[in-house]
């Protein structure tokens, strides 16, 4: 799990301002992005497959931010991280 957070926590650093100008500016309710996470040869993990077996990840991975609705209410951040997983 820490490895897990440490790429959520680089990933919305390393595109604050992407995440910003979407917030401001964007139209959309989500935000995608791929990105590397460590050295070219690490591994984020194990990808899971249902008819293959399991293989370790490369450094990629993607995320996907949501905005949260005007009608939730107030939100620190004004969006949720939906999911993020090693490619």
Not at 5 to 17: G, P
Not at 58 to 62: A, D, E, R, S
């Given at each position: 799990m820490r490895k897990a957070?440490?790429?959520?926590?680089?990933?919305?650093?390393?595109?604050?301002?992407m995440i910003r100008n979407w917030m401001t500016k964007g139209k959309t309710s989500e935000l995608?992005?791929?990105?590397?996470?460590?050295?070219?040869?690490s591994s984020l993990g194990t990808v899971y497959w249902e008819n293959r077996p399991s293989a370790a990840a490369?450094?990629?991975?993607?995320i996907k931010l949501v905005r949260v609705p005007s009608a939730a209410g107030k939100h620190p951040f004004g969006y949720y991280v939906q999911t993020c997983y090693p490619i």
């Open positions: 957070q440490k790429v959520v926590d680089f990933a919305l650093k390393d595109k604050a301002n995608t992005w791929r990105g590397n996470f460590g050295p070219k040869d490369g450094n990629q991975f993607f």
